[in-house]
């Protein structure tokens, strides 16, 4: 039973990020008027659901992704999309009055909108008859959706879990190296660098490894004494841990105990750290997209939907708190790359909405579509990609 659970772990990865973005977008365009009849976790043909109101409610048969069918004039472009065009009918008038056999019977109402009803949906019940401001809201919701995810996830693992770090205790140290030569022992303690605080080994790394050339000095406690050493870092190659650039640092060959500590979060100290946490993330996320433009990153560090489900069920086998950061890492990347202004994405859309109140007027259909094909492409392009990192890195593994 345990296994099972493990392998269910990818469709609650993808299931819970997923449709959080797309709760985002409904609940923004139920908040502003626009007849949003379908709202799906996963794509194609309806699976199952219920009808409450004016809203479908489904699970469909590709339990990846999701969407929300939304009164707008790039309806029926969409359907192809979400794969579900044999259901959909028109929105804007003609609609059979006598229910039309690829709709269940659940479904029709006699007095409701079209698809599931005769009548026409009105022209303020659209996107694009709702001001800027209010389409951008819409197409941004799923991305803060995503975002306040991320916070929430990490800021109730702070507060479950409590917060974990290092103790600055050394191990063992390099023979030959600087901090062998300085005397440094197993057992000592660091306490503080050049006369800054430290106790945990991510803040002795982050005060040492910037240092390549001159001297850093260490106050550490051994038994009841205070010891200062003033120690010079020989300089090594590294990667940068979040592009994968290289990069020089300094190193003083200490080995660090590995006894994690954990303490104690307090309700709003969880939500400060959580929102931090989100932050230093969504940095990271940026700086690695940076490197992709800039060629400083490699492709082939991009992973798809099956790295994706490996990492999420070797998470489940590490513990909740692992499969929950997990959770609140792909969110997080979710929201920021639906925010790239490729046309499909909701940063490409955003752009357009943007675009045509800057020229006073909308696009023409021929370049909407024409837009559509692009941003299609590009992220047909990237999912291959993706999948080729995928199956190269499983076969080379």
Partial sequence: MASLSVYIAPLLVFGLVVFVHELGHFMAAKITGVYAPVF????????????????????SIFPIGGYVRMASRDDEALAGIEGASAERGSLDGGVASQRPPEVPEALWDPAGMAPFGPKAVPADRWVESKSTSARVFILAAGV?????????????????????????????????????????????????????????????LDRVSPITSGSVSLDVLRGADTLRREITPQIAESTDPVTGAPRKVGRVGIMVRDSVVREPVALGAALTSGTRATWTMARNVVQVLGGLMSGEVSAKNLGGPIQIARTSVQAARNGAETLWSLIAFLSLNIAILNLVP????????????????????????????????????????????????????FFTR
């Fill in 144 to 204: 803060i959706m995503n975002i306040l995810l991320t916070i929430v996830v990490s800021s109730g693992i702070y507060y479950r879990y409590g917060n974990p770090y290092l103790p600055a205790v050394i191990d063992s140290v390099v023979p030959g190296a600087p901090a062998a030569l300085a005397g440094l022992q197993s057992g000592d303690r660091i306490t503080a660098i050049n006369g800054e605080q430290v106790r945990s080994w991510d803040q002795v």
């Fill in 40 to 59: 799906s976790l996963g794509w194609g043909r309806r699976f199952f659901g219920w009808k409450r109101g004016e809203t479908d409610y489904r699970v």
């Fill in 342 to 393: 490729i046309p499909v994405l909701d940063g490409g859309q955003i752009l357009m909405v943007l675009a045509e109140r800057v020229k006073g007027s909308e696009f023409s259909m021929r370049t909407r579509e024409a837009v559509a094909r692009v941003g299609v492409l590009a992220v047909l392009a990237l999912i291959l990609l993706v999948t080729f990192n995928d199956v190269r890195s």
